[in-house]
């Protein structure tokens, strides 16, 4: 199993690189070409939220990115450090904790829809969004 771990700001311009790096893991490691669009757009939409995350809460700790490669599928789990509100629990105006809310949960549906495999978690401390796509053993060459 190989893990490659990416940190960085939470600056939306390490988004794009944060990206590249995860689209040219995931080719290395076996992932269709055809879904590799998809593990762009996902990893992207998954570090603008941790970024966002960050920033609104005033965080600054880097955004965390785990690229890994276990045997027939690849893995990626970006995390973040803000504290998640827990049910029952205020955080802000009642209109600025609808609107985040709002736009977490529309993030979370992009991903969801360009990902089959996907698990979510939050804590308090922090949370992760785990992402993973099969992948296809590398041909063996075949000697006459």
Do not use: Y
């Amino acid at each position: 199993m190989a893990t490659v771990e990416l940190r960085f700001s939470a600056v939306p311009g390490h988004v794009r690189t944060a990206r590249l790096v995860a689209a040219s893991v995931a080719r290395k490691a076996g992932v269709d070409e055809a879904v590799l669009d998809e593990v762009r757009l996902a990893v992207g939409e998954a570090c603008s939220r941790a970024v966002g995350l960050h920033l609104n809460s005033g965080i600054t700790a880097p955004v965390r990115v785990l690229l890994i490669e276990e045997e027939k599928q690849f893995s990626i789990e970006v995390g973040d450090e803000a504290p998640h509100a827990t049910p029952g629990a205020a955080s802000g105006t009642a209109v600025d904790a609808d609107v985040e809310a709002e736009e977490d949960e529309m993030g979370l549906a992009v991903i969801s829809g360009l990902v089959d495999d996907v698990k979510v978690s939050t804590s308090a401390d922090g949370g992760s969004i785990r992402m993973t796509w099969p992948t296809t053993p590398p041909p063996t060459a075949v000697f006459p």
